[in-house]
């Protein structure tokens, strides 16, 4: 009957052990690792400033830069933080500036977002978006656009910005100024 | 002698008078376009193209263009713009009325350029001002000087009610 009681106690022993052992395993176990993807998911990332020049034929075409570039090869895109345009035109350099550009190889488009700016020799032009084709070389857009050059603006929504001709077209609630008119 | 002198004086008389009239019926320029140094020109419109090269632009669709207290409406308006954005030419079609309080003008097109300070109305126009309705073939409103000319002038007056 002693023996009983200490073989009782013996496992009650072993027991407590192996309980306060599982008891700390899970205590000290850390929470679950989530397998979150922390990463852009772009295929080529570029953080920091950076700048590319485009030639053809010896001549400097388009050079751009940004702050970030990320291409996404899936996609066919590519996107640039604080991106910087400039084309080489007939009609002179032309620079455009913005917050965001993302270019779809699908569409042949950029579209630049968020406070655009656009200045050639003799105008500015400043909107919410625009879409740039290099390939036609044309500027077009749905949002508003202010285009302003000395003593005069002109602005409304639905434009076309066509570089080469630098020939300027608004479809909808058109709004002009001209100053300083005098003999 | 004495007849001829009263025919003299007679004659001086109703010319002064004549001149005076047609002072009177001068002062219907539209003052308000007298494209004054530093004032503003306003244009609203649907459409709009612009030839930066050229400094041309096309306004299209329910034109309004504004400066002072004149106002002229058209479908259509070409201008040309110096360097510094002053308006070097301009003409305004389809459906011109130029209108400055009280006193309207219509035409088919206005024309105005700057060196010569003078808007031509063309196309049947017509100036309504104070129960007068001048018509005929052309209108010049010369803005130096406060002037208008009217190639074969037809005028009407319109009764009081």
Same mark, same amino acid.
Request: with cysteine; aromatic share 10%.
């Given at each position: 009957?002693?023996?009983?009681?200490?073989?009782?106690?013996?496992?009650?022993?072993?027991?407590?052990?192996?309980?306060?052992?599982?008891?700390?395993?899970?205590?000290?176990?850390?929470? @679950?690792?989530?397998?979150?993807?922390?990463?852009?998911?772009?295929?080529? @990332?570029?953080?920091?400033?950076?700048?590319?020049?485009?030639?053809?034929?010896?001549?400097?075409?388009?050079?751009?830069?940004?702050?970030?570039?990320?291409?996404?090869?899936?996609?066919?895109?590519? @996107?640039?933080?604080?991106?910087?345009?400039?084309?080489?035109?007939?009609?002179?350099?032309?620079?455009?500036?913005?917050?965001?550009?993302?270019?779809?190889?699908?569409?042949?488009?950029?579209?630049?977002?968020?406070?655009?700016?656009?200045?050639?020799?003799?105008?500015?032009?400043?909107?919410?978006?625009?879409?740039?084709?290099?390939?036609?070389?044309?500027?077009?857009?749905?949002?508003?656009?202010?285009?302003?050059?000395?003593?005069?603006?002109?602005?409304?929504?639905?434009?076309?910005?066509?570089?080469? @001709?630098?020939?300027?077209?608004?479809?909808?609630?058109?709004?002009?100024?001209?100053?300083?008119?005098?003999? | 002698?004495?007849?001829?002198?009263?025919?003299?004086?007679?004659?001086?008389?109703?010319?002064?008078?004549?001149?005076?009239?047609?002072?009177?019926?001068? /002062?219907?320029?539209?003052?308000?376009?007298?494209?004054?140094?530093? /004032?503003?020109?306003?244009?609203?419109?649907?459409?709009?193209?612009?030839?930066?090269?050229?400094?041309?632009?096309?306004?299209?669709?329910?034109?309004?263009?504004?400066?002072?207290?004149?106002?002229?409406?058209?479908?259509?308006?070409?201008?040309?713009?110096?360097?510094?954005?002053?308006?070097?030419?301009?003409?305004?079609?389809?459906?011109?009325?130029?209108? /400055?309080? /009280?006193?309207?003008?219509?035409?088919?097109?206005?024309?105005?350029?700057?060196?010569?300070?003078?808007?031509?109305?063309?196309?049947?126009?017509?100036?309504?001002?104070?129960?007068?309705?001048?018509?005929?073939?052309?209108?010049?409103?010369?803005?130096?000087?406060?002037?208008?000319?009217?190639?074969?002038?037809?005028?009407?007056?319109?009764?009081?009610?």
């Amino acid at each position: 009957m002693a023996i009983g009681k200490r073989r009782i106690y013996e496992w009650i022993l072993v027991a407590g052990i192996v309980g306060g052992m599982a008891l700390l395993y899970f205590l000290g176990r850390p929470g @679950e690792i989530k397998n979150e993807d922390i990463s852009s998911g772009a295929e080529l @990332e570029l953080r920091g400033k950076f700048s590319v020049a485009r030639y053809e034929q010896g001549e400097l075409k388009l050079w751009s830069q940004g702050k970030e570039f990320r291409y996404f090869r899936g996609k066919g895109s590519y @996107e640039i933080l604080e991106p910087a345009f400039e084309f080489e035109t007939g009609q002179g350099k032309i620079s455009v500036g913005g917050e965001k550009a993302v270019y779809q190889s699908n569409e042949k488009r950029i579209q630049i977002s968020g406070a655009v700016e656009v200045r050639g020799k003799d105008f500015m032009a400043f909107s919410e978006q625009l879409n740039y084709e290099p390939d036609s070389g044309m500027i077009s857009g749905e949002k508003r656009i202010k285009v302003q050059g000395a003593g005069w603006e002109i602005e409304g929504t639905n434009y076309k910005l066509m570089l080469e @001709e630098k020939k300027f077209e608004l479809s909808k609630g058109v709004k002009g100024q001209f100053e300083k008119q005098g003999i | 002698m004495k007849v001829i002198k009263l025919i003299l004086v007679l004659g001086w008389v109703l010319s002064s008078l004549i001149f005076a009239q047609a002072k009177e019926k001068t /002062e219907v320029g539209f003052s308000g376009f007298s494209w004054k140094s530093g /004032e503003l020109v306003e244009i609203n419109s649907e459409k709009m193209s612009l030839v930066l090269n050229e400094r041309r632009v096309n306004f299209a669709g329910s034109v309004v263009v504004k400066k002072g207290k004149s106002v002229i409406y058209c479908d259509e308006l070409v201008l040309n713009y110096s360097q510094d954005g002053g308006i070097e030419w301009l003409r305004a079609s389809r459906g011109v009325k130029l209108v /400055e309080g /009280e006193v309207f003008a219509v035409g088919k097109e206005l024309e105005y350029v700057k060196g010569q300070n003078q808007f031509v109305l063309r196309g049947e126009p017509k100036l309504v001002s104070k129960g007068q309705i001048m018509s005929g073939e052309e209108m010049i409103f010369d803005l130096s000087h406060n002037r208008l000319e009217v190639v074969l002038p037809r005028i009407q007056f319109q009764g009081e009610k």
